[in-house]
């Protein structure tokens, strides 16, 4: 399974900006779709995930502010962000677990990783 997420850049804090993943090479379908962040100097960190169908847990931090979705006709789950922050700055991956991940949370519950693709967010 390969995923290639896209959608970064830079924004002012406040904005919004939509990332999306595009998988290629399994069932999308099957498959939990998670999304983390990592920003400079820190450990990659939980934002939010979405299973099979459209239930979605989100990291506090991002709650309120942050919505998953995906499209299993395009093999594409989308992380729309507004009201960024400049505490949102950082390189955005999209994970997939073929099951349900033992633990949502836990980066290690994720079976296949994009890229990545950066966020700045300037005040």
């Known amino acids: 399974v390969q995923l290639v997420e896209s959608g970064g850049g830079l924004v002012q804090a406040g904005g919004s900006l939509r990332l999306s993943c595009a998988a290629s090479?399994?069932?999308?379908?099957?498959?939990?779709m998670g999304w983390f962040r990592q920003a400079p100097g820190k450990q990659r960190e939980f934002v939010g995930t979405i299973g099979w169908r459209v239930g979605t847990t989100y990291a506090d931090s991002v709650k309120g502010r942050f919505t998953i979705s995906r499209d299993n006709a395009k093999n594409t789950v989308y992380l729309q962000m507004n009201n960024l922050t400049p505490e949102d700055t950082a390189v955005y991956y999209c994970a997939a677990s073929r099951g349900r991940p033992s633990t949502y949370r836990d980066s290690s519950s994720y079976d296949y990783w994009g890229q990545g693709t950066l966020v700045t967010v300037s005040s």
């Open positions: 090479g399994g069932t999308f379908s099957s498959y939990f």
